[in-house]
């Protein structure tokens, strides 16, 4: 089920009365849609894995692009980090020698 809201009809009704919008040129606004494909940010999760305790959890969730770097949030806390590197986001979450940070990628498969 899709929920509009009122202010989103009023807005849809305003845009449906402005002529010449890029985005309804079929070729522009081809362009943009790959455009949006090609520099979508890639997801992914950290996953730290307890070495003694054979546990796994998932400690944060984040995004990468090329430009920004990644963006990390933190499952508890509330935590947001800022980095340049998967290096850097494994450094923030590896647990001193007791857990080991993996980053997955979402929608990648499964290593084995």
């Given at each position: 089920m899709t929920m509009m809201l009122?202010?989103?009809q009023d807005q849809?009704?305003?845009r449906e009365h402005v002529p010449g919008l890029l985005l309804e040129v079929p070729e522009f606004a081809t362009a943009?849609?790959?455009m949006i494909n090609r520099d979508a940010p890639r997801l992914f999760a950290?996953?730290?894995?307890?070495?003694?305790?054979?546990?796994?959890?998932i400690?944060?969730?984040?995004?990468?692009?090329?430009?920004s770097?990644?963006?990390?949030?933190?499952?508890?806390?509330?935590?947001?980090l800022c980095l340049r590197s998967p290096e850097m986001v494994l450094k923030c979450?590896?647990?001193d020698g007791?857990?080991?940070?993996?980053?997955?990628w979402v929608g990648d498969a499964v290593e084995r």
């Open positions: 009122t202010r989103d849809a009704r305003e943009m849609q790959e950290v996953v730290r894995e307890f070495v003694d305790s054979h546990d796994v959890e400690v944060a969730w984040g995004m990468a692009t090329e430009k770097g990644m963006q990390v949030h933190a499952v508890r806390g509330g935590m947001i979450f590896d647990g007791h857990a080991v940070a993996r980053i997955m």
